[in-house]
Nanobody
Framework: QVQLVESGGGSVEIGGSLRLSCAIS????????MGWFRQAPGKEREGVAG????????FYADSVKGRFNVSRDNARNELYLQMNNLNLEDTATYYC???????????????????WGQGTQVTVSS
């Protein structure tokens, strides 16, 4: 069983930065992906970034490319999402996800991941 606990959310102004963390307990197999998703009020949950545990390759949604960076610290067993140049559309609850499918790239669909954290709120304001 894998448990995921997010932290690092908060309020920031447009153009600001935040770093989300996800503490991982349990075993994540190297043949899978870890990911970050977000869900804004009234919208569906969407994948924003994934990292292949086996090789470290990263994948991003077009909306966050060049602004977000996903990484993992194997020694600490943590996953991170560095978010830069935040805009109003980035306001959402952000979720860490584990055991995501990998088929040459990390799939960023909700149904592709097995484990989920409880979420952390990110609010971007002007």
């Amino acid at each position: 069983q894998v448990q995921l606990v997010e932290s690092g959310g908060g309020s920031v102004e447009i153009g600001g930065s935040l770093r989300l963390s996800c503490a991982i307990s349990g075993h994540i197999f190297s043949s899978y992906c870890m990911g970050w998703f977000r869900q804004a009020p009234g919208k569906e949950r969407e994948g924003v970034a994934g990292i292949f545990i086996g090789g470290g390759a990263t994948f991003y949604a077009d909306s966050v490319k060049g602004r977000f960076n996903v990484s993992r610290d194997n020694a600490r067993n943590e996953l991170y999402l560095q978010m830069n140049n935040l805009n109003l559309e980035d306001t959402a609850t952000y979720y860490c996800a584990g055991d995501g499918l990998y088929d040459g790239r990390c799939r960023l669909g909700v149904a592709d991941f097995t484990y989920w954290g409880q979420g952390t709120q990110v609010t971007v304001s002007s």
